[in-house]
């Protein structure tokens, strides 16, 4: 089990299993809360990738059905874009 | 929920949380309501700066003050709120600023905040990506800092309810009971909370709450004004710890958040009046323009996200703080201006001391932001504002 919690949810910025679990475990379940206390869906996948596993994780944890999870805003740009092709100085990778 | 507390606190931003938690510590029975989660306004939307380089006393004075608080923050709330002194950098393109520059320090120093002019040298060994040539000179405070919007609201919401205050968020207020001049207490989506005094912390949203109290909504006359910010993905840290900013590159500036080290972006172009949130593509365009010009190598980082919040803004750019003396027991703090983070720790003590004791010790000049002053038709020296 020890091993299990170390598991990533957030490969971004490094956020486990564990981490997340013991917020809820202190009473802080609201997806919002968790999101900025740990910066899970604030790295450049977005949160495409450990989003619906918080949701999961949260639903599990507190018997919530994983709909009545309402997901955060999601940010511009969908994709992460160099600063500089915005301005027009460099061409797209 | 309670039906009856001393103290109701409308908001959950720094500044509500801040007043809940001084009120909590003074041993009042206070309740704090939030229409959506703690910090969703405005605070969470903050580019995270602390700063005493204001160009006026009072301001100059209140942040002197709260950088003190801030320092202790941490060990007060016994939670880690990030707070780092690693200062604002104003840079001049123009000899008309660096003789500008010259009276800043002057304001800064008489009131003990340590701001000197430095050279484009220097300025690139504090920000070594920094494009120095483009400058005459720099404004450098290094006791101005940056903290973490999220913990700090956290710290000050979990500490609150240690000591006894109740914190109801996706709570909305629906009406302000007010009987012959007093109040009375809230109505709320969830149920009527008695108590005989009400704050005022809504910032960009309090013009709507005092209008529900039976108040003219431009008695303070707060207008939501949309800004904006755009940040890089991680960086390297150690690059460009300090805030940046040219004012004279439409207020742009650049800095790298302490928890990540992404720089976040902001610039000076704002929408407004409006409670609309969208984030703009032609503001992304211009703070990548004046952002690439101040750090070059950031046209090679990737921009990871962009968001909106307001500036709840005063016609002088200053908060309204205080007493509303048409009302019995109703206080406001809001109108921050882009400044309610920075300020909560001392706004939060100052309320709650005024409220409890009638006066308070923190170094707040209660006239410069008397809330009544706008329909006396006074206004202050605007508040040094940026992006």
Not at chain 1, 1 to 26: F, G, H, W
Not at chain 2, 103 to 129: D, Q, S, W, Y
Not at chain 2, 176 to 192: A, C, D, F, P, Y
């Amino acid at each position: 089990m020890s091993e299990e919690k170390k598991i990533i949810i957030c490969r971004c910025n490094d956020v486990t299993l564990e981490e997340i679990e013991a917020l809820i475990d202190q009473g802080i379940t609201d997806i919002e809360t968790i999101k900025r206390l740990l910066r899970i869906g604030m790295g450049p996948c977005q949160g495409r990738t450990c989003l619906p596993m918080v949701i999961s994780i949260i639903a599990r944890k507190t018997g919530k059905s994983p709909d009545e999870i309402k997901l955060p805003a999601t940010r511009i740009p969908v994709r992460p874009v160099p600063a500089g092709v915005l301005v027009g100085e460099i061409d797209e990778e | 929920m309670k039906n009856r507390a001393e103290v109701i606190v409308i908001g959950g931003g720094s500044t509500g949380t801040s007043i809940a938690y001084h009120l909590a510590k003074l041993g009042v029975d206070v309740v704090l309501v939030e229409k959506g989660y703690l910090g969703s306004g405005s605070t969470f939307r903050c580019a995270t700066g602390i700063r005493q380089q204001f160009t006026d006393e009072a301001n100059i004075k209140l942040m002197r003050y709260n950088v003190e608080r801030w320092k202790k923050l941490s060990e007060e709330l016994e939670y880690d709120v990030n707070f780092k002194q690693t200062g604002y950098l104003f840079l001049a393109t123009t000899e008309e600023e660096v003789e500008a520059f010259k009276e800043n320090i002057k304001l800064h120093n008489k009131f003990g905040v340590p701001t000197r002019l430095i050279t484009p040298e220097e300025a690139k060994e504090i920000v070594p990506p920094l494009n120095a040539d483009e400058f005459l000179a720099g404004q450098w405070n290094p006791t101005d800092g940056k903290a973490n919007p999220f913990k700090t609201v956290f710290a000050f919401a979990r500490k609150a309810k240690e000591l006894g205050a109740e914190i109801y968020e996706y709570t909305e207020v629906t009406g302000i009971i007010v009987e012959n001049k007093e109040i009375k207490g809230v109505k709320t989506n969830r149920g009527t909370i008695k108590a005989d005094v009400v704050v005022n912390a809504a910032n960009a949203w309090a013009p709507i709450l005092n209008e529900m109290a039976g108040l003219d909504r431009e008695f303070i006359p707060i207008k939501p004004f949309k800004h904006q910010l755009v940040k890089t993905e991680p960086l390297k840290e150690g690059q460009i710890e300090p805030l940046v900013c040219p004012p004279a590159w439409n207020d742009s500036y650049v800095l790298q958040d302490g928890e990540d080290g992404g720089v976040l972006c902001g610039t000076g172009l704002e929408y407004g009046p409006t409670y609309d949130m969208t984030p703009t593509y032609e503001f992304l365009r211009e703070v990548l323009k004046w952002a690439t010009r101040i750090i070059p190598a950031l046209k090679y980082a990737h921009i990871i996200r962009q968001w909106a919040g307001f500036y709840a803004k005063t016609p002088d750019s200053n908060p309204a703080i205080g007493k509303i003396n048409y009302i019995d027991g109703f206080y406001i703090a809001a109108g921050f201006s882009g400044h309610g983070f920075m300020m909560a720790p001392g706004v939060g003590e100052a309320m709650a001391e005024l409220i409890v004791k009638g006066k308070s010790h923190v170094p707040l000049d209660w006239e410069w932001y008397d809330p009544h002053r706008f329909e006396r038709g006074e206004l202050r020296s605007t508040a040094f504002q940026i992006g």
